[in-house]
């Protein structure tokens, strides 16, 4: 696990452009996983400019959804889907077959499970699946007391995340459950990264990172990842120990 710290939101945003640049350098057909949320807003924003000034080539990539609110599509406000056409694909060129992303809408959450699973396996696996991390250490929807071997799944939210992702919607919405990348593909994914900004999570940073491993703070498996790469701004490292 590698943790760097940038002295500003933009900054570490840019990092994050970077180092996807890079990897398109080696594999310009790559199979990319977004998170949606605060921290990587600026990330996206700067990797937009960068593929429509012709600085990076998104063409050839893959796009694989991380998560989703069950029952909700790209036209619900404050859907994961929602999120990212927002922010990204509405503003590229990209061929629709290359979007992979839930359908949590679906009858059978399950099957949506196994296509998921199987696109990511038979690509390879992720090149790059970036997280950003919840209030209560969640990675994607992976909830507290979430086992470390599961790939996609549906999930039962957490209390937390209910109360934390009435942030994205207008009004009171009902938040009961969620489907997900699992952490076993963030394991296995040849680059796992870890987006977060803010003094908000300030603490659930350092206690993923420097606390204890354990399903209750599902952020804990980073430790547990070598390649693991940990991009954080001043604020959201401000309660590590010895950060730098």
Known sequence: ????????????????????????TIKPDSILCFPSGDSPTGMLKHLVDAAND???????????GLDEWVGMDENDVGSCKYYL????????????ERIIL?????????????RINNFISEKGGLDIMMVGIGMN?????????????????RTALDT???????????NETKLTEGITLGLK?????????????GPKKAAIIAEGLQGSVTTEVPASILQTI???????????????EHAS
């Not at 056409?85 to 629709?96: A, E, M, R, V």
């Not at 937390?160 to 207008?170: D, I, L, N, R």
């Open 1 to 24: 696990m590698k943790i760097s710290i940038y002295d500003t939101y933009d900054e570490m945003s840019k990092a994050a452009v970077e180092l996807i640049a890079k990897q398109l």
């Open 54 to 64: 012709g600085r990076i080539d998104l063409s050839q990539c893959f796009f694989v």
């Open 85 to 96: 056409y927002s922010n990204f694909f509405s503003k590229l060129n990209i061929d629709p």
């Open 102 to 114: 839930f359908d949590a809408k679906s009858d059978d959450l399950e099957d949506e499970c196994e």
């Open 137 to 153: 250490g969640h990675l994607g929807l992976n909830e507290p007391g979430t086992s470390f071997d599961l790939y996609a799944h």
């Open 160 to 170: 937390v995340t209910v109360q934390v992702g009435q942030k994205y919607f207008q």
């Open 185 to 197: 593909h963030l394991c296995e994914a040849k680059t796992p990264v870890l987006i977060a900004s």
């Open 226 to 240: 070598p390649k693991a790469i940990i991009l954080l701004d001043k604020d959201a490292a401000s309660a590590l």
